[in-house]
């Protein structure tokens, strides 16, 4: 990078703000050494914390507020009664140019709403999404969305793949990503009528994307496809439904090498393999979920995450900030709406 960049970071949101976003920081900070950072939150509780963190204090400015959004709140609530909280001042940061993308662990539906009222979405987009990482078989996909939209029509399931197609492109570094839509089946008559329809426009699209077709419940975690959408309601129902698995197996499986000195015995053999696959499920990993579709990089992080996960949630921001994600949305969008006025879309549809 030629410049450095700037983080606007909601000091005060999470299970464990601000002690848990202060050493994510420091952790960010390692790992991009050319980021600066901006804290909003209670400076009395802020300061303490980076006492001990000389290097991150050299690249961080505290901006004291001693509002806070909590996890209660509604989001009506949060939008009208919080414009001096720690959460939507890091979001007006982004917003008047001071920062380059905001990181916030708190309260889910005021930090979307607060991103749409302030950053507002891009040309072209309706509504904005939630998206991000899951792990496969395959190593890594992009789900998409994961709880903003609980019902969605034919147009935004296209926005919805057009962005996600970008976004794996962007985060994954894949050249051309494959895309399913999330159906009750692979055949092509099955599904409602929005999917029938965001299908058949995905497949007659000009744009050089590798439209799958549809994919079935199991095939997210089988790595089918690099980009999965589907609606809101859909998505959060199938994401918290596998996080629930992995934590059930995880238990049982701990529970299964304590039974006996024996099975105590096979799980030392096995140590290095389990340490592998509990690396790559850890939702560590994917923590930082990207609100595609505003005017703006935003990006969401689990509210329940540690450090690390707070630190790979600032790292999902870097790299969207970085290589001009939204630019390439708004192109992408552009050819969409080009192609859908041509003459042979009007008489192949």
Not at 68 to 76: H, L, M, R
Not at 215 to 229: N, Q, R
Request: hydrophobic share 40%.
């Amino acid at each position: 990078m030629d410049k450095r960049l700037t983080i606007a970071l909601d000091a005060m949101g999470g299970d464990r703000a601000p002690e848990v976003v202060i050493k994510g920081a420091n952790i960010a900070r390692d790992r991009h050494p050319e980021v600066d950072f901006l804290l909003f939150g209670d400076e009395g509780r802020i300061q303490p914390l980076l006492r001990g963190m000389a290097k991150l204090r050299r690249v961080c400015t505290v901006c004291h507020t001693e509002v806070a959004v909590s996890g209660e709140d509604k989001p009506s609530a949060a939008l009208r009664n919080g414009r001096r909280s720690s959460m939507r001042l890091a979001i007006d940061a982004v917003h008047d140019g001071d920062a380059s993308g905001v990181v916030s662990a708190g309260n889910t539906g005021a930090f979307m709403a607060m991103a749409k009222w302030v950053l507002k979405t891009l040309p072209g987009i309706d509504r904005p999404a939630i998206a991000s990482l899951v792990p496969t078989r395959r190593g890594e996909s992009v789900m998409l969305d994961l709880g903003a939209n609980i019902q969605c029509d034919a147009e935004n399931l296209v926005q919805f793949a057009i962005m996600g197609e970008v976004y794996a492109r962007t985060v994954l570094g894949l050249k051309q990503p494959t895309i399913g839509l999330l159906n009750v089946g692979e055949e092509v008559f099955k599904g409602h009528e929005a999917v029938q329809t965001a299908s058949a426009i995905l497949r007659t699209t000009s744009l050089p994307i590798k439209f799958h077709g549809f994919v079935e419940g199991d095939d997210p975690w089988s790595g089918t496809v690099d980009v999965v959408v589907t609606d809101g309601f859909t998505g959060n129902v199938a994401i918290k439904t596998a996080e629930g698995m992995v934590r059930l197996y995880s238990g049982l499986l701990r529970s299964a090498f304590r039974r006996s000195p024996l099975t105590r015995l096979g799980y030392l053999l096995v140590r290095s393999s389990l340490s592998e696959l509990r690396n790559h499920l850890d939702a560590r990993r994917y923590n930082g979920a990207m609100l595609l579709g505003l005017n703006g990089i935003a990006v969401k992080s689990h509210g329940s995450t540690d450090a690390v996960g707070f630190a790979n949630a600032i790292g999902v921001a870097v790299e969207l900030a970085v290589r001009g994600f939204n630019d390439q949305i708004i192109e992408e969008l552009r050819r969409v709406s080009e192609d859908q006025r041509s003459p042979q879309h009007v008489v192949a549809s």
